[in-house]
């Protein structure tokens, strides 16, 4: 049974990494495009709105080493981000480009999870010729 889980666990693992990378690539193609081509100061709600997606962009690139708290990094990123939007503007933002931040925050957190169980399983699953351990 353990060894069903790490397999699960390495496939989460390796399919949210290649998701965030694409979410990444979405995410500064969009930047690049809508930035105007001279820089200009925005409003408060746009400077905390740019802040606070690029610390859930950084969790994203932090779930690759530490699952659990890139994870958390980009899930409490893009909940930040949408309370800065809701209470300038009384709606969240309508980007689901942010959804899918949010979505690989949540996936590197399950992978975290799931590599902690399997571990844990595998770690009290007795191998072929190893004897238990006295207690």
Partial sequence: MGVGKVHVARAVRWSVRAASLGVLALAASIVVAESP???SVGTTVE??????FL???GGLVAGWRWEGAGGMLAVGGILLLDAVQFF?????????TVSLVALCGFFFILSR????????ESST???PGSAPSPR
């Fill in 37 to 39: 081509v001279g820089f």
């Fill in 113 to 120: 999870a799931l590599n902690v169980s399997a571990r844990h």
């Fill in 47 to 52: 400077i905390l709105s740019a802040f606070f």
């Fill in 125 to 127: 699953v007795l191998r």
């Fill in 88 to 96: 300038a503007t009384g709606s969240l933002p309508r980007s689901w």
């Fill in 55 to 57: 610390i859930a962009c």
